[in-house]
């Protein structure tokens, strides 16, 4: 059979390469250039923090079709989301060459109040012509230590019972989630077919299985049995007319019953198999087919992030076509092979991922694997080709306390797990980096179930996909302050007025000249500057004096719509322990806790604030002291609003296609730009009402409310303005803090316990080999008996992602 096969595959690669290289050089002269696309990744020195401690970060983006380092945008956007869907924090990090670095201090300064799952988000302006498909994201928890002795605090002694299932994410009380996908997309009549499944609670989490299917009559057509994850696969050979369905055993006893899809009488199915190290693809359909459509003519595809590596058009004349795949003509990652009809009609698609071997090996170590408290490590990095050369890369290098995990692989996403997997299949993926461990034997067969399951698609249904190459944010080289001069009294455009801008900050006065264009536009663009900058802009005639009214153009875009939301679920095993190991390490070195006070009483009396004019909102929000600085009004609703799309002066909930409706003061606004002279100071509290809550607004209500109240409506009508004059303060680049690694045989002020017994014991954002492909790095330990992790992830210069991971003990 096997030798048939390679007889027929070797016959066909005769017929197809011939065809395919024609094919290739064809469309390598005629179709149009891969487009720039950028793709980032974040790399944080952990992935659970206490409260109040420091977030380590660097960036890397690169080009989407091959990883390569790229320089279109030297602005990235990092932000910090909160459990209930706010940006708490921005950092606008300056990329250089693709690379940069930052972090954020997980205190109740930044809205960091309480414990939790939040997100780290980063794009660029440009990657939002996108969409959500390449913006990055990850989950964090931040803990509190100290939140056993606070509940003891307050129970007076009393203990508190623990749940049965309080150390496990979930329960499965609700019935699972199990669902069989077809590989190629359909079931075909008398078409010999794997069936993929995944099973999984109600939080998304993997459950083992077993089950066998039967047909309408209750005759037994297959068996089948979870092999990771949740995830396995069984074959049968349909018969159309005939239902299926599966009977599932749960792992509680539970038996469950579950349809297949339905059986389709004609069409096409690709299968992808791997032979004796050779990936075989198989197009399969059946006799009815052939007869409807004799000598079908199918073109076939493969594309790697978006680029066709592969492709050409055969004849079908039987019910089986076999070929071996040419990974040498592919790029690694997860290929998309998909099979067209004569009309250029999705028949089939299958996902399949190709790793290659390169000439790359990158090693970390340290100079010993047992080290005293306080005694100083040397970690040692090589980047080096079999032969020996230098392969250039950039790494990030961060050293951790495992605190009590000593037992447990971390398999959550890393630099190779994101570019190769993640960032091209939706939703999110268990463990994601087990797939990539290269001491596990079955991965690449585990990972193959999963492109089975998770990225199953059957395109029997979609449309073809249209090319839009509108751009509609530009690449960022640098800030832009922008905006238009017109006469004080009409509307008519000051030409060439003389525009002057001053940037003043803790770097210094920078001051530029320009004049505004035929329609009084101005532009000073590719401005560099970090951290809180006084602006001041002023249009002066050839006389030098203040003439005209400047309108400035928003500074920034406003943030992407968030739509992370965390459900509250019950803290996993995992956090418990590290919970349960830092506590007794800081209780052991009198470490007092960060960011928790006791309750005190306010004698004040209670500021009585506005009364919501319209019942119960579904969501309010009152400004206070703590409320950041913001430069409109519209930056205020879509920063603090959950689910409200701020589009210029556009306003809406993510829910509704049409804008919301705008109340100021008790009095409806027929057009949102009527309120963008509210002082975002001068705003005392935004109510969001939706859904049935609306109903009392009639059909003005059926896209949601807004309701705004100011403090003192006359205090945005400011007496006395200097129209040709602007002063403002706006917000340059983040100003990255140096990770501070401290010399116990230097004694310092900043060396005290909590430096002595910190949780990450070394962060370098910048580990580049030198010319002989080695770098070294050189820290002293925490005073605390322990496991230290050491991982480096990073990207060479041919866009090979690498981790590599180690660790040593530190023990007296």
Not at 71 to 91: F, G
Not at 354 to 361: C, G, N, P, S, T
Not at 668 to 697: C, H, R, T, W
Request: proline share 5%.
């Amino acid at each position: 059979m096997l030798n048939s096969l390679n007889r027929i595959t070797k016959q066909l690669l005769k017929c197809f390469l011939v065809f395919f290289t024609t094919t290739i050089l064809l469309n390598a002269q005629e179709k149009k250039s891969i487009p720039k696309i950028e793709k980032v990744y974040i790399h944080t020195d952990r992935t659970c923090y206490t409260l109040g401690e420091s977030l380590w970060y660097k960036a890397y983006s690169v080009y989407a079709y091959n990883h390569i380092l790229f320089n279109e945008s030297n602005i990235l956007y990092v932000e910090l989301i909160s459990p209930d869907s706010k940006i708490i924090s921005r950092n606008k990090t300056p990329l250089e060459n693709g690379l940069g670095h930052g972090d954020f201090k997980l205190t109740d300064s930044i809205g960091i109040k309480k414990p939790g799952t939040y997100q780290i988000r980063a794009y660029t302006n440009y990657s939002r012509n996108f969409g959500n498909d390449f913006v990055f994201e990850k989950e964090i928890e931040v803990i509190d230590v100290f939140e056993k002795q606070k509940e003891a605090k307050e129970t007076a002694g009393k203990l508190k019972p623990r749940k049965a299932d309080e150390n496990v994410i979930g329960s499965s009380e609700k019935s699972p989630n199990i669902q069989f996908f077809p590989e190629g997309g359909s079931l075909v009549n008398s078409v010999q077919s794997v069936v993929a499944f995944k099973a999984v609670d109600d939080y998304g989490n993997p459950i083992k299985v077993e089950g066998k299917v039967f047909d309408a009559n209750e005759e037994l057509v297959a068996m089948f049995l979870s092999s990771h994850d949740g995830m396995g696969k069984f074959q049968m050979e349909p018969q159309a007319g005939k239902a299926y369905h599966a009977k599932v055993s749960i792992s509680d006893g539970r038996l469950i019953s579950v349809p297949l899809p339905k059986v389709n009488e004609t069409g096409y199915l690709l299968s992808f198999k791997n032979v004796q190290g050779k990936d075989i693809i198989t197009i399969k359909t059946n006799k009815e087919t052939l007869t409807e459509t004799p000598q079908a003519l199918l073109t076939f595809v493969c594309t790697t992030r978006g680029a066709s590596y592969f492709e050409g058009s055969l004849p079908l004349t039987s019910t089986t076509l076999s070929f071996e795949l040419p990974k040498s003509e592919i790029a690694d990652g997860i290929t998309q092979i998909t099979l067209y009809d004569a009309n250029l009609r999705p028949q089939s698609e299958r996902l399949v991922y190709i790793e290659k071997e390169h000439d790359l090996q990158v090693s970390v170590t340290t100079n010993k694997k047992v080290y005293k408290p306080l005694e100083q490590v040397m970690v040692n990095v090589s980047s080096k080709t079999s032969t020996g050369n230098l392969v250039p890369a950039s790494f990030s290098l961060s050293c951790t306390d495992t605190n009590g995990q000593n037992d447990t692989k971390d398999y959550g996403t890393n630099i190779s797990s994101y570019f190769l997997m993640e960032s091209d299949i939706k939703g999110n993926v268990h463990n994601p980096s087990y797939y990539f461990d290269s001491s596990n034997p079955k991965r690449l067969y585990h990972l193959d179930l999963l492109l089975l399951t998770q990225g199953w698609r059957d395109f029997l249904w979609k449309e073809m996909p249209k090319m839009n190459d509108t751009i509609y944010y530009k690449p960022e080289k640098g800030f832009t302050v922008s905006g238009r001069v017109k006469q004080l009294f009409g509307n008519k455009p000051k030409i060439n007025s003389n525009m002057t801008l001053a940037l003043m900050g803790k770097t210094g006065i920078n001051i530029f000249d320009t004049q505004t264009d035929s329609l009084g536009i101005f532009k000073f663009e590719n401005l560099m500057f970090y951290g809180t900058t006084n602006m001041f802009l002023n249009s002066k005639d050839d006389k030098g004096k203040g003439k005209g009214e400047i309108i400035a153009f928003p500074f920034e875009q406003n943030p992407m719509p968030v739509e992370f939301k965390k459900q509250s679920t019950s803290i996993p095993l995992i956090t418990e322990i590290i919970k349960e190991t830092m506590l007794k390490k800081y209780v052991n070195y009198g470490i007092a806790p960060e960011n928790i006070l006791d309750e005190v009483e306010i004698i004040a009396k209670k500021k009585n604030s506005t009364p919501s004019l319209y019942g119960i909102p579904d969501f309010s929000y009152v400004v206070g002291d703590e409320t950041p600085v913001f430069n409109d009004i519209y930056q205020l609703i879509q920063y603090n609003i959950p689910g409200v799309i701020v589009d210029g002066d556009s306003i809406r909930f993510m829910r509704f296609n049409g804008a919301a409706h705008i109340i100021l003061d008790g009095f409806p606004i027929n057009d949102s730009s009527q309120i963008n002279f509210i002082l975002p100071d001068n705003v005392e509290k935004i109510d969001a009402i939706k859904g049935p809550s609306a109903a009392i607004f009639g059909s003005e209500g059926a896209n949601g409310v807004i309701a705004i109240y100011t403090k003192d409506p006359t205090a945005n009508v400011q007496s006395k303005k200097e129209y040709h004059n602007i002063n403002q303060r706006i917000e340059g680049f983040y100003d990255a803090r140096v990770f501070y690694s401290p010399d116990p045989n230097k004694p310092s002020l900043e060396m005290d316990n909590t430096d002595a017994v910190r949780n990450t014991l070394f962060w370098n954002p910048y580990v580049h080999p030198d010319q002989t492909g080695t770098s070294r790095a050189t820290y002293y330990n925490s005073k605390v008996e322990t496991t230290v992790k050491v991982t480096l992830e990073g990207i060479t210069a041919t866009g090979i992602p690498v981790v590599v991971k180690t660790d040593y003990i530190i023990k007296n």
